[in-house]
């Protein structure tokens, strides 16, 4: 049904119907005239569009071309011109395979073949062929080229209009520049649709584009199932590969195990290392789950840089969080920052991470986080918190509030005398790490004013808007990038303001604007926060001792003072409370003296670089580090090269677009460019085709991978949770079980499930299920027992009293209110139970959990 054109599209010519040839073949150019039937004379539209166009766009007899591509190149070109489509037609090859000839037709040329589903098919597709003899035929028998040996004009059907050329098949294409377009515009999350129409408004309409919407579309479809043929494994080389062709300095490292299976990731960039230079003295670390496909922890080194803004110094995709995998990443981190180790570190209580950094990180200080140790305590103490209102402020105490150690330990072990606690195993483990979490300690040491892995925390919850399980590898890596880039720009847009801003000073003194000169805002904003407390602050004068004067500063509304001390002869000051070892910023108390004694400038000694203006000056790292392109992929190469050029032109149409002079002369110049561009990208095809036809019988196939050094094999798998929900926290936990525990001491907890069944299907259900679970149970009371008495014994008497201690789960099926009911018990299970199913009515089975 679908065997004839369409009668308006194709057209008939009377003086050719008793001819068998409907059309005569052109001679070098000259077209015979026919005359007009009704609707549009085909020969004289061709004249009319021969005339507008170039002479040497037209084909003609004895035409030579070098190669077979550049001669299709031409008919694509020509059918461009004069609206029509193309497509490869027969072709014909020698005994040694060698192409020797090959005829391009109009893309309407034949008839569809006979479909068997042609009967079975309720709508067929539109038919778009109806006989055309439009080709043109090239051959290289004679000279080698290929010459054109017959080039037919005439079409039986009517031309496209101009602007609707584009849609044909052969004038459709995506290159390679374009698909990086796409592949951007994919990366940031913008729709399709949207992409396409700012690419047709930037090419001045959707038919200079150069494919349609569809094609799009499909562009990407094809592109997952390239990353899926790929696999993880491929994309992932191919990705980190790609990052160190655009940054030489990019550094990652892969660690495989026995079976050559990747199990851990890390990497970081060139802004990274510099940013690590800078402000890596204090990093937090800590890993997130469930931020990817395959359920891997991802681990992040963050810190803070002098705006205040949380920074990261690395990442890693890790296999599990053993003390091996963290000594393997401090290793590799150390490695990347070319043997730089921070000052400080902050980590929760990770016994895995404590061993590793022992191990590998010794002089680095390990401050442990004092939320999680608030949280541990919550859950460790947690009868101590609800029956003791107070004993959340004396643990608070003996956090912050002194400092010195004898003075700690006086208020610490007065505090367990206090609640009864002196025999509890948690407080004198927490004791043994004393120095890793108690302020008094750890007030020495350097922290950037950071107490807890709080930053790292926000990160983990800004990364889930970029990342999350749904994500296989190789989106997580691209997505994470874009992270970086976003952080990235917010330190930019720091950077802008401080720099051409003024902050408004509270108060018009010269220690503060002196201050408001050197710091970013938000290094001042700390700065004149400890200069207003000052002010209502206590001031006494102790005397000078040795050439060195003391003072003790009271803040107000405090009973405790702090002790100044004012090295005269180094002009060198120093406060009992360690803020500026601490923070990097003076306390109140050093700036009460400052007051007093009219300094009006901060020493240059005690202003910390990583908190001013300058703190990013001074490292440059290798930006004239080159990489040699002919040893990289051919695409990353000509995907660079497509940016710049379009930096450049960027530019230059901007420039040029201004007055009519410099238009012509960017047009004019860019016209001629173009020739040049072409003439030397055919110079090109057609010695890489000779090339290849020159050696095409004399390689021998090569196995895929021939040559390599690479054996990795794959990444390795790790078993996938099944749930999507967000982890809960200990204390999360412990708190909802000590609620379900609450609800459960009327009974056991029972969930309904199945259909309502009648009196006797209940019977019968009861009895059959009891029966089996004496057989499978053989336990020496009796299950009917057991169902009686879950209504008057808590789960906990039930494990105690009846089944032992195990630690596997049971769910045993009861009827209650004519309902199938399930009964689960968490813990334990019977002890010749084998797990077989018990079948219950309603179509319901009840299964070991």
Known sequence: MGSKPSPCRQLHFEEFKEQTKDFDIVNEGNIHDIEETSGLNSVKDLNKIHSSIPNETIPHIGMEFETEAQAWQYYLAYGKLVRFGVRNSKSHNDKYGKLIARTFCCSAEGKRGKDKRDGSVKVPRPETRCGCLARMKVNSRQTGKFRVIEFVVEHNHYLSRPNKTHPYRSHRSITSNLAVDIEMAHNVRIAPKVAYELMARQAGGRENVGFIPEDYKNYLRSKRTRDVKIGDTGGVLEYLQKMQFEDPNFFYAIQVDED??????????????????????????????????????????????????????????LYDETSMTFEWLFDTFTRAMSGKKPMTILT???????????????????HLCIWHIYQNAAIHLSSVFTEFKSFAHDFSTCIYDFEEEEDFVAEWNRMLEKYDLQNNDWLKRLFGIKEKWVLVYGRQYFCADMTTTQRSESMNSVLKRYVNYKHNFLESFNHFQRLLEDRRYEELKADFRANISFLALQYHCELLKHAANIYTPKAFKCFQTEWCKSLDAKFHDCGEVESVRKYEITLFKKSYYHTVFHDLLNDKFDCSCRKFQFTGIFCSHILKVFMMRNIVKIPSEYILKRWTHKAKTGFFGDEDSTVDTNNLDPKLVSSMWYRELCRIYVQLATRAAEIEETYKIAKDSLLKMLEDVDAKLQDEVASQKSNETTNRMSQSGKAVGEGSDNKIKGIKAKAKTTSGKRLRSSLEKVSNKRKSTNKSRGGAKVTTSGPPLSSTQADSSQSMNVENLKKDAQHSISMTRLLEEQQACSV?????????????????????DGRVTETTIVGVRCNNYSGSQIPCQGGNNVQDL
């Open 260 to 317: 050559d299976l990747i199990t851990n990731i890390f990497w970081s960039d060139k802004k990274i290392k510099a940013n690590y230079a800078n402000f890596g003295d204090v990093i937090c670390f800590d890993t997130t789950y469930r931020k990817n496909k395959e359920g891997r922890p991802i681990a992040l080194f963050v810190g803070v840089n002098h705006h205040k803004q949380t920074t990261i110094f690395g990442a890693a995709l």
């Open 348 to 366: 929760d209580q990770d016994a895995a991470m404590a061993k590793a950094l022992a191990s590998k990180w010794p002089d680095t200080y390990h």
């Open 796 to 816: 906990e008497s039930l494990v105690k009293n009846n089944l032992g201690e195990h630690n596997n789960v049971i769910s045993f099926a009861s009827v209650s």
